[in-house]
């Protein structure tokens, strides 16, 4: 992975090189940004830079033969670590070192994947994946041998908010005084879900989402975009190029999210004055339960995203309005007045606690079916 190939985030490039050429490399450092901004290629681009002794940007001014081993992610200085789960194949003690392969491939694929993304790769889309304990005895054996090259050992731990309370703590020393000329590289999108004694030992480095004239470029150029529908596009990402990439591949079929959304806002207009009604919500949370937990975890969020297009519809910020629904007999802008400032706050804290409730394993058809009666009330809220 080259620096070149890394959409924007030219500041973050120039502070990661000129802190490689100064001879000052932090010793674990945690890249925050939203999806699809390109923490993990930029990680695995700084990782290349150092183990490679690359001089410039271009990244490819180093050691040749070790920059041809970052073409496949298999250079033997290189470690990752990612979340897991078990799967038809791997029984049991899940660990990264299992999913290689599956790894490898993803990363040429896609860099800037998702995490849900990662999990269908694997087959665990209906399971929560997490970095536990067994993988945390990994890495203290993988960083406790020499350099196969005798320079650095990098660790690239993705999604370390996903690293529970046993992993956490057995990495604490490690994370604190390292092995000599060992560098961790941890990455995440929310630094609120990892444990404050985690990050006080990182040096933090923010991403931000990608600019709408980059995410456009980059589709005419990598996936000759027709100009016009690459700039629709690129507004409709929120600066999310993995995001932008499904739009453009009409990647969402698999899960109808805007059909259920729909439904379920409909479902609980009725609900109002109407008991019989709320027997369609109930059955509604008994289907969307019957789902994964990151399927509901990922409709929740996609919730929460409609639920603000149609506050901006209804404060008429067009320019940032860019929701357009299939479905023929919904129109936005009629649902948009009954979202308004007396009710998005609460809509969006029933929204981010019924996700908080699902990925810690509570009853999914209990917590759905308090949140639709709670929707019931909010969406009439004057």
Not at 275 to 299: C, P, T
Request: aromatic fraction near 10%; include cysteine; glycine fraction near 4%.
């Amino acid at each position: 992975m080259l620096f070149k190939d890394i959409l924007g985030q030219e500041h973050i490039k120039n502070h990661l090189t000129r802190s490689v050429s100064l001879g000052r490399i932090p010793h674990a450092q945690l890249f925050i940004g939203p999806e699809g901004s390109g923490t993990l290629a930029m990680a695995i681009a700084y990782a290349q830079y150092i183990l490679c002794s690359n001089t410039d940007q271009e990244n490819t001014t180093g050691n040749a033969s070790c920059n041809l081993k970052f073409e496949n992610y298999s250079h033997p200085d290189l470690h990752f670590v990612f979340p897991v789960a078990t799967n038809d194949t791997i029984k049991s003690h899940p660990v990264s070192a299992n999913f290689l392969q599956e790894w490898r491939s993803f990363l040429k694929e896609n860099p800037y994947g998702s995490l849900f993304d990662w999990y269908k790769v694997i087959g665990i889309q209906n399971k929560q994946g997490q970095i536990g304990v067994d993988e945390a005895a990994e890495i203290n054996k993988a960083l406790s041998l020499k350099s196969y090259e005798g320079g650095y050992k990098i660790m690239i731990i993705w999604m370390a908010d996903k690293m529970n309370i046993a992993a956490s703590n057995k990495l604490l020393k490690l994370l604190e005084e390292p092995p000599n000329k060992t560098v961790f590289i941890l990455i995440t999108e929310s630094i609120d879900d990892i444990l404050q004694t985690i990050y006080s030992r990182c040096q933090l480095i923010d991403f931000i989402g990608l600019s709408e004239n980059v995410i456009s470029k980059t589709l005419i150029e990598k996936e000759n975009c027709d100009q016009n529908l690459a700039k629709k596009i690129a507004h409709q990402s929120e600066g999310n190029y993995n995001r932008a990439l499904h739009i453009l591949h009409n990647d969402n079929q698999e899960f109808p999210f805007e059909s259920w959304f729909i439904q379920w806002v409909r479902s609980a207009f009725k609900a109002k004055g109407n008991a019989a009604a709320i027997q369609d919500l109930i059955e509604w949370s008994e289907n969307i339960a019957a789902l994964g937990r990151e399927v509901q975890k990922q409709f929740l969020h996609y919730c929460i995203h409609f639920f603000r297009q149609a506050l901006l519809s209804n404060y008429q910020a067009e320019e940032l309005v860019f929701f357009e629904p299939k479905e023929n007999n919904f129109d936005l802008k009629k649902f948009a007045p009954f979202i308004d400032g007396n009710n998005i706050t609460l809509i969006f804290k029933e929204l981010e606690d019924a996700i908080y409730h699902i990925e810690r394993n509570g009853n999914s058809k209990i917590i759905l079916t308090d949140l639709s009666i709670k929707l019931t009330r909010l969406i009439h809220k004057k």
